[in-house]
């Protein structure tokens, strides 16, 4: 009986935690509610802590997480050195041995041009990640300025900026960066990213937005405005942490969107363009080799459906993790 | 206090919660019986396992986490536990009848009260759509709602929370049960809106002769309404008797805490005593008896054997006039305090 | 009910202007000259250019150009392409291959995604349920177009079960890309029946319908799934318009004689009249359909008030 107590973890939660369902719990009643509210108001400051730790207690247990966490490291070094990987020149191609399969000497066979297929779909990774982290920090930062505008001004600001929201909706981020994309002179990494981030900041602008909403009016908010906080510094310190969970989830999964969109547009040939190295460009040029040359489709599509796998991943783990709720 | 046979009679209850923290033994071994006509209260505070207990009476208990581990439910002699999902079935309704805390959340959202209402008719007794809906109003109108007929028509909320909780128990009573549940009826309602609820119940249970089970925390809902009182304590049982003896004499360190904690007309100008700490954790409760820690009779050192309270389990014994029970070590010296 | 949708009627009007304003604005205000990418590597005459221009409105400042060009859609006039084609053409024989592709895929995208959401989120943890999960991961992890590829390999090479390209054997020949263009949200409608499904199951009044005795199917079927699809069948709805739009490269890859192919190919050719016409249309579609859904909405769940 008395071991009961030795050996069991003590979580910050402890007290609000029995082992029934959350609606199950009675109210806080009678005359055990004083003491109830007393210890829900002393555990208030360990709740954000607690909150990222047992966020990482249930990481580091699933599955899902770990596998992600895997493909992504493998991905991020492919991206940063991809000599890591290959030591075979991506350019150094001889068309004699053109479009031919696997082999022991070429894991991946050789591409039209001839060149180690191998070496290119490593090197393609580069292009792919630089534009899925640059076009999620550009989303980012619109996201969060516009976001943070419309949400604390509230108002006619905010009426403005959604209407201005609702008609970039109303062009899919694939059809809207593509036209885009058609009218500009030159398509590099820069071009297509901002291609991206024009159409796709609207989503990050309402989840600030909604936050912002939802804390503004809370009672440590109203505290710090009238001790004399600037705008600025209440939104930054007070107003906006309460944005990163959600931003965070978000932005994981949608670099993975992102990059995908970036294949999509490149195969389309709007998107990158030659000789740039991409996943996007090896597919489209082996488009109509599906019969005699399968290879050229499966390995960059392998690869860059892994990479975007891999932003799923953890951006679903960290979600369960964050929001229990969902579990 | 009735005589008539007992129409509900639970045995050693026990449910456990089967969570990834562990094993939470939410109901120990709990027994306790309601006659026709008789409101027993259960009185217990948050965490007590007061709503479990009658969830898995109702098996209505989520599963998992939650498990019966042990016991007997018995309605008019069978076991409930025991009998096929079917049998259960057939007497969630007709048999016995619940009503919870929010009426707003336990309403369906999307369903207008007069179809949730004919529902009871047209599941348990293949009624007719049309007399379903007679029935329903004629439910609405026994609750006293005003403008029934257009009532049935309208969706939980578009009524007020006293209005939604009489839509509750008009529904509960649709088939006429034997025993009607009351899991915490009035405890999100205003003071005086909590009063007109507890007459309504009074006054049904007059007419029909069911027997109430009401769960609550509130002593005066308890003093008012019930003839006898479970008050339970971390799981367990820990005294019994009927409302007048428990209430003027109780047998109990805990319930003599709940007693000394809320104000009585008579005593006014005395100060309130809480009881002090807080209650146990179910995933750790205390060795011994649960209450020991916050006990002021507790006794630790020179506890004759058998009597020691942070190691000996106190059973439900029994003290004082007959039908009254305490599960203290102390018990007699208690009543006689 | 009637003025609640005639506020959200009013409400779609600038947000329309502004969208296909905004495509008007990407295609005729950006660098390129579509009378110099539209002759090639013949030379025009100093003068047929100025003709073509005068023709075009390409003179004139952008508002000026956006204001006839609406005025002229206003009358159903969507303006000609450059062999002098009317754009309207175009539209009217393409608008029933999208159509129907679109209708393919939200009907995969109702039956498949709802039964696998209905199934796992019953059955939360059950082995058909971690399924789904690692399947609709899977899936959105893949880009459509290579989503085609694998379909085009499975379905027209190894098995040959179905047509890959075009539309010459009727209904039979959109099942395959209706299926890869539903892919996506075919995903999403799972993982949200799913999530919507096992959250109404924890509400209290589950509880309360197992306390009336009723049959678990009454309880999961009627009180629980009609809560749980709110949200499911107002995603479906939405989508419509995003589908159509989204066969930009569905229809590219399965060679489909669409809206969306008709895109594709004006971008490249630089057709500014046919892609304004036509993504405007996507657009009203788009718009049109989230109107739908928001009167759907009010009429599915009692809660929702229409002022």
Known sequence: MTDQRAGTERRPTEGQVTGRPPEATDRAEGWAATTLEAKAAGSEDIGEASLWSDAWRSLRKNPFFLVGAVLLTVFLLMAAFPTLFTRTDPRDCDLSRSADGPS?????????????????????????????????????????????????????????????????????????????????????VLEVALALVVFGWM??????????????????????????????????RHILPNAVAPVLVYSTIYVGTLIAAEATLTFLGIGLQLPEISWGLQINSAQNRLRDAAHLIFFPSAFLSLTVLSFILIGDALRDALDPKLR | ?????????????????????????????????????????????????????????????DSPPGYVTGG?????????????????????????????????????????????????FRAHRGTSRKEAREAAIELLDRVHIPAARRRAGSFPHQFSGGMR????????????????????????????????????????????GMGLLLITHDLGVVNEVADRVVVMYAGRVVETGTVDEVFTDPTHPYTEGLMASVPAVEAKGTRLRPIVGTPPDLAR??????????????????????????DDVPLLLPVGAPGRASACHYREEVLHA | MGRYIARRLLLTIPVLI??????????????????????????????????????????????????????????????????????????????????????????????????????????????FDNLVLVTTTLIVSIPVFVLGFVAQYLFGLRFPIFPTS??????????????????????????????????????????????????????????????????????????????????????????????????????????????????????????????????????????????
Not at chain 1, 121 to 141: E, P
Not at chain 3, 241 to 270: C, H, W
């Open chain 2, 165 to 208: 909780q009489r839509v509750m128990i008009a529904m509960a009573l649709a088939l006429d049960p034997k025993v009607l549940i009351a899991d915490e009826p009035t405890t999100a309602l205003d003071v005086t809106v909590q009063a007109q609820i507890m007459e309504l119940l009074q006054e049904l249970q007059r007419d029909t």
């Open chain 1, 104 to 188: 022991a000497g070429a894991w991946f066979g050789y591409d039209v041009q001839g060149c180690d297929y191998y070496a290119n779909v490593v090197h393609g990774a580069q292009v792919s990640v630089s534009i899925g982290f640059l076009a999620m920090l550009g989303t980012l930062l619109i996201g969060v300025v516009i976001g943070s505008l419309a949400g604390y001004y509230g108002g006619w600001i905010d009426s403005l900026l959604a209407r201005l929201a609702d008609i970039f909706y109303g062009l899919p981020l694939i059809l809207g960066a593509f036209i885009l994309l058609s009218v500009l002179p030159d398509r590099g």
């Open chain 2, 285 to 310: 409760i205390p060795p011994g008896c649960a209450f020991h820690p916050r006990c002021p009779r507790r006794v630790l050192e020179n506890a004759p054997p058998g009597k020691d309270c942070d």
């Open chain 3, 18 to 127: 502004g969208a296909s304003f905004l495509i008007f604005a990407m295609v005729y205000a950006l660098p390129g000259d579509p009378i110099r990418a539209l002759a090639g590597d013949r030379p025009l005459s100093e003068a047929v250019q100025a003709q073509l221009r005068a023709e075009y409105n390409l003179d004139d400042p952008l508002w000026l150009q956006y204001v006839k060009y609406v005025g002229g859609l206003l009358q159903g006039d969507f303006g000609t392409d450059f062999s002098g084609r009317a754009v309207l053409d175009t539209i009217e024989q393409r608008l029933p291959v999208t159509a129907k592709l679109a209708a393919v895929a939200v009907f995969f995208e109702a039956v498949i995604g709802l039964v696998a959401g209905i199934l796992a989120g019953i059955r939360r943890g059950s082995f």
């Open chain 3, 166 to 307: 075009g539309i010459n054997e009727g209904l039979y020949s959109y099942l395959l890309p209706g299926l890869v263009l539903a892919s996506l949200s075919l995903a999403y409608v799972a993982r949200l029946t799913r999530t919507s499904l096992a959250e109404n199951l924890r509400q209290d009044y589950v509880r309360t319908a197992r306390a009336k005795g009723l049959k678990p199917s009454v309880v999961v079927g009627k009180h629980t799934l009609r809560n749980s699809l709110i949200p499911v069948v107002t995603y479906i709805g939405a989508d419509v318009g995003s589908l159509m739009a989204g066969a930009i490269v569905t229809e590219t890859i399965f060679n489909i004689p669409g809206l969306g192919r008709a895109v594709y190919d004006s971008v490249l050719r630089q057709e500014g009249a046919v892609v304004v016409g036509i993504v405007t249309l996507f657009v009203f579609f788009y718009i049109f359909f989230n109107l739908v859904v928001d009167v759907l909405y009010a009429l599915l769940d009692p809660r929702i008030r229409y002022d």
């Open chain 2, 1 to 61: 206090m009735t005589t008539s046979d007992p129409v509900l009679e639970v045995e050693d209850l026990s449910v456990e919660f089967r969570t990834p923290k562990g094993v939470v033994r939410a109901v120990n071994e709990i027994s306790y019986q309601v006659g026709t006509g008789e409101t027993l209260a259960i009185l217990g505070e948050s965490g007590s396992g007061k709503s479990v207990s009658v969830q898995a009476v109702m098996g209505i208990l």
């Open chain 2, 72 to 120: 007997r439910v018995l309605f008019e002699g069978r076991d409930l536990l025991t009998a096929s999902a079917e049998e259960q079935r057939a007497v969630r309704g007709p048999g016995i009848s619940m009503i919870f805390q929010d009426a707003l959340s336990a309403l369906n959202p999307v369903f207008t009260v007069g179809h949730q209402i004919a529902e009871m």
């Open chain 1, 203 to 236: 989503t990050a602008m309402r989840l600030v937005r909604s936050t912002v909403v939802s804390v503004k009016e809370a009672d440590y908010v109203q505290a710090a405005r009238a001790l004399g906080g600037s705008t600025g510094r209440v939104l930054t």
